[in-house]
């Protein structure tokens, strides 16, 4: 290596510095713009800062300042011959504190009010940044599924915490999702964009536009503005990951969303009367029961946000959500599958409240845990989450057409399984009929067998 290119790097190196220290002292500079109401409650500030140094020399008959400045000498006798200094020394420094805490208010003020939504007064302002703290320093929470389950879920845990990682299946081939993947050769985009509307932060026009459905015009009906957004900017960016990365910023999404893999993925089943059966929309069509199920291209990598992700969480759940086309999708990647049963996180599993037909038709708790454990060989969860009551007769006779029913508890089955049962009520009916978990109580179960399981309570 010569001398001249040591130089050369050397030279690199301090004109980089110099760069460095040029730029901070620039960022300092801008607070003493013009228009932005700093500069004088900062001079404020320093000038109470003075007086209150001044006082304190008067008060401890500090004469002369040796580390002051010389006129400052005849300040402090003059003042010391109107008052004694018990009297003067504490005024000036009442005085400078005064102007301190005026500077500092009103600066802070000048801060706020850039900051503070229009129409939103100070109170709340402060009452949002006292939220937003507690939410981050809220447990890292992993939720693995897809589906309406899953954005359900999501909606009550993002009152709780801010580090929340949804772990998403990209199997979806039905609907708009299913078109924009034959069409474009793109990963699905429903399940994940469903959950970043879910997580957005009370952005309520941006999210009603990011879930609004096309009504009509050639190609675009039955395409959701979500799907599109995502579609063009996996074409923009490069992949799904990079395009979820950028939408969750438009969306001010607390938490993160992450494909289970990047591989494009198929599903597939075989059914007790031996028909093999591929596409996650044409499994629960097929109308049989379900013995196997995988997909292609077997064993897909997990992305590694995601196993990070896993392998930082203080807590997992898995669902809730189809068995066979949400849940279990993302557990036929290896490498998730691996990293939770390795974690020592609390993990729970949170059971469908009714039958899905074509998936579950006439299965117990007991049968869909069994379905977990046999797609990836091993038990992945401690406990599991079961609605106590029954639902409205209105609703069973409205599913009992559909030939769905409540998921039966078989308890003695749950815990010869060795999983330990959380029964709670957690339901939600919608003047039709229409049955899911209500977020806010069903966050608020979760949340409080976490504090038990932390504890060690619930493992």
Request: charged letters at 20%; hydrophobic letters at 45%.
């Amino acid at each position: 290596m010569s001398i001249g290119f040591l130089k050369q790097a050397l030279n690199t190196f301090q004109a980089q510095s110099r760069r460095r220290t040029s730029h901070r002292v620039n960022q300092w500079f801008k607070w003493l713009s013009p228009g932005i109401s700093v500069k004088r409650w900062l001079l404020i500030s320093v000038a109470g800062v003075v007086l209150v140094s001044l006082g304190l020399a008067i008060w401890i008959k500090l004469t002369p300042i040796f580390w002051v400045l010389e006129f400052l000498r005849g300040i402090l006798g003059a003042i010391a011959d109107i008052l004694p200094n018990y009297i003067s020394g504490p005024l000036v420094i009442l005085f400078g504190l005064l102007l301190v805490l005026w500077g500092q208010t009103r600066t802070v003020g000048s801060i706020t009010e850039v900051l503070r939504p229009k129409g939103q007064s100070e109170e709340e302002l402060i009452d949002v940044l006292l939220a937003h703290r507690r939410l981050y320093r809220g447990p890292k929470i992993v939720v693995i599924g897809g589906g309406t389950g899953l954005s359900t879920l999501l909606r009550g845990l993002k009152t709780y915490s801010a580090n929340i990682t949804a772990i998403v299946t990209v199997a979806d081939d039905g609907g708009s999702s299913g078109r924009l993947r034959q069409e474009f050769g793109v990963l699905p985009p429903g399940d994940i964009r469903n959950c970043l509307a879910a997580l957005a932060d009370e952005e309520k026009l941006l999210t009603e536009l990011f879930q609004y459905r096309f009504k009509a015009g050639d190609g675009l009906m039955g395409h959701s503005f979500g799907n599109l957004f995502l579609t063009a900017m996996s074409d923009i960016t490069g992949d799904l990951e990079r395009a979820v990365a950028a939408s969750s910023k438009v969306l001010a999404v607390r938490g993160q969303v992450l494909p289970a893999t990047l591989s494009d993925v198929r599903l597939w089943a075989e059914l007790a009367d031996g028909r093999r059966i591929e596409g996650e929309s044409s499994i629960p069509e097929a109308g049989g029961t379900i013995v196997k199920i995988g997909c292609i291209p077997a064993n897909p990598p997990a992305l590694p946000a995601a196993i990070k992700a896993i392998n930082e969480a203080d807590y997992i759940i898995i669902g809730p959500g189809s068995l066979y086309t949400s849940l279990i999708p993302n557990l036929l990647v290896p490498q998730i599958a691996d990293a939770i049963a390795a974690s020592v996180a609390p993990r729970i599993y949170i059971c469908n409240i009714m039958t899905q037909p074509g998936e579950t038709q006439g299965y117990t708790v007991s049968d869909h845990i069994r379905a977990i454990d046999a797609a990836c060989g091993r038990q992945l969860f401690d406990a599991v989450l079961v609605h106590k009551k029954s639902p409205s007769a209105h609703s069973l006779i409205r599913y009992a057409q559909q030939n769905s029913h409540p998921v039966f508890l078989d308890r003695e089955a749950v815990l010869d399984l060795g999983r330990r049962i959380v029964l709670a009520n957690i339901l939600f009916e919608d003047d039709i009929g229409c049955v899911r978990h209500n977020p806010q109580k069903l966050a608020r179960v979760l949340f409080r067998w976490y504090s038990g399981a932390h504890q060690g309570i619930g493992r």
